[in-house]
């Protein structure tokens, strides 16, 4: 179907009829097909194309097969129009597959006869020397050295002519700017897919029922246009949560397309099979093989994985160079460097072609062995300067990790290795506020009975390190004492010592101060005689430190934080630092200096929040409220208490269940409460409960004390403080020893 054409006299054609002149009389403004359905979205990327095509007379719209290229070039075609007196032309190429016939179908395209021996490209250049119009060129990708070739020789020879491209990789001609269309945002998608769901099913409705799994399904289709509209097509015969549950095979559910739809994209398989067609053996080789990984990854990681005989390592920066002028591949620059991804679907399609090649158990096995490696040198180098970037690293890595996980997993000749990535990992797990998971992993690889007690050791003290973090002391004890049973049955010395110090640890959270002095201490002398020195060193010292501030002698305390700071600051440690940091304000404002206490904890605060450390950024934010209060700050204090509320549920129990570390609480609420009264206090709880966490950290750090006269240099009394109830208080003590009352906070 063609729009209906507008006459735009030409003086040229006017004033020669000849066949050297085609087209008499009147020149027709283009010939963009109509729409058949509505253009959904891509708001943002429509007002970039105006603006390259303002700026160069080539611009090129790359993306993967079903990204939506041909319908956001035309798209943006058609708005810029007016642009051209001469008219907006497409020429689709992806029909042709002989380059002699490139020229003749331009000619097709532009309207023009020429009854003539000459060639069809002096027809071509003397039609548009003159002519100020917008040629929209796609699927040229399998002709693209012929292309360029052309177009080149065009754009020398007609100044007003414009090219708008749009293919699988750029023409890499000089002046082109080159438009990497991304796949369509989650909210674009959504309306994309509801209304091409109408389209099949009138009665489609966006329901409680289904809106979960339409948006399941938008994103595990990577927002791809075609692949939603394919997806749309089955709602004829299925439900949406059947078409979310059909998608491991997605290459089979998603065929069949409209008739009017492009041959190259009646179904799924064949739109992306048709970037495949144009890759070189190299090319295909290395997408097959870069199936392995999940989420993003690095150059060295696929030379490391991808090469072999038939792709040595030192020719995978030419090949993916290749995958990525082609959109197979695509690039993201981060603070971590330059890194690549797959789209899911393209993924898969490499996973189809790695299993018919017999391969894929074999790329598995060294994506672990990568992984595995990765791991272990994030933990050394999680105690040096460099840990800011271990931390962002190892987060990046997650789902490749998680990869490499499973794949140890599915052989029980191997599942040592899962449970050494799992302990392996703890700086990820304890470090980056991510205990939630690292106890799902823990527990997971554990479940297996391996021959290898160096891994599993180290499994299980991880593994004990988490339950007394997330306030599970049954759970703690029972992985720690395993742990220290074989320990002392294989000799090994170093699991021995974690084991200690970690049930050491375990005593502090669940208030009984004497044995968990008694612990650490003894924890610390195995670490020194093993000649130990990393940052759950550094955690044990800090431990010790709170477990003696507690008991009351706060210049010891805050003589060991000392200690541990000047090791921080010299070894680049910032992680442990953040809680050397929170024991010193906790001595600070026992010592009635709240102004210091606010500073130690604000920077405490900055460090375990670039961590994403929840536990160490809700004990200090429970800190800083006390600390408030005592400025004179009530509604602040109680907003601070109502953030720190809503942070614990994720972390674990609230404060460990402990009445030492929840004593700064209670006393922050008596103060608030008797300065605010209740119904005050509880509004202004309810205000900070409704804060994310970064909102709330945010508003932390840029709090300032309020100066309250009186107020500042002293201690007010708080009035009394509920008395404790061993009865009711949970969690309970560990089943080794009794627990002491505190005898000040």
Known sequence: MRRSQRPCPSPEDSADDSPHHPG??????????????????????????????????????????????????????????????????????????????????????????????????????????????????????????????????????????????????????DGELTYPLAPMAEADAMTLFTERALAVRPDFRLTDENRGPAQELCRRLDGIPLALELAAGRLRALSTEQVVQRLDDRFRLLTGSSRSAPARHQTLRTAIGWSHELCAPAQRLLWARLSVFAGQFDLEAVEYICSGPELPAESVLDVLSGLLAQSVVLREDSALGTRYRMLDTVREYGADWLAATGDTDRLRRRHRDWYLGLATWCELDWFSPRQGEVAARAECELPNLRRAMECSLESPDEAHLAQYLAGTLWFLWVGCGRLSEGRHWLNHVLEEETPYEPSRLKALWVLGYVAVLQGDPIGAISALQECREEADRTGDRAAQAYAVHRTGCLALVTDDMVRAEELLQDALDRYRDLGELNSNVLMAQIELAMAVGFRGDLAAAAAICEEVREVCEDRGERWALSYALYVLAYAELQQGRPDGARELLRESLAIGHAFHDLLGSVLTMELLALVTAIEGDAAEAAVLQGAAERIWPSVGLPLFGSAYYGRPRAECEALARRALGDAPYESGRLTGARLDPDTAVTRALASRPVGCPGMQGQRPGPGPVPARDDRTRKPAASPTTGRGGPERW
């Not at 007002?47 to 007379?57: I, K, N, P, V």
């Not at 699927?139 to 414009?162: I, K, S, Y």
Request: with cysteine; glycine share 8%; hydrophobic share 40%.
């Open 24 to 173: 008499s009389g009147t020149t027709a403004r283009g010939n963009l097909p109509a729409e058949l359905n509505r253009f959904v979205g891509r708001d943002e990327e429509l007002a970039d194309l105006g603006r390259l095509l303002a700026e160069s007379r080539l611009v090129t719209v790359v993306g993967v097969g079903g990204v939506g290229k041909t319908r956001c070039a035309t798209r943006a075609a058609a708005l810029l129009e007016k642009r051209y007196c001469d008219g907006v032309w497409l020429v689709e190429l992806s029909t042709v597959h002989d380059p002699g016939l490139l020229e003749h179908s331009m000619i097709d395209a532009l309207g023009l006869t020429d009854h003539t021996s000459r060639p069809p490209r002096t027809t071509l250049l003397e039609h548009l020397t003159e002519r100020q119009l917008l040629l929209v060129l796609d699927g040229f990708e399998h002709l693209v050295d012929t292309c360029a070739e052309l177009v080149c020789a065009l754009l020398r020879r007609a100044p007003r002519l414009q090219v708008l491209a749009a293919g699988r990789l750029p023409l890499e001609l």
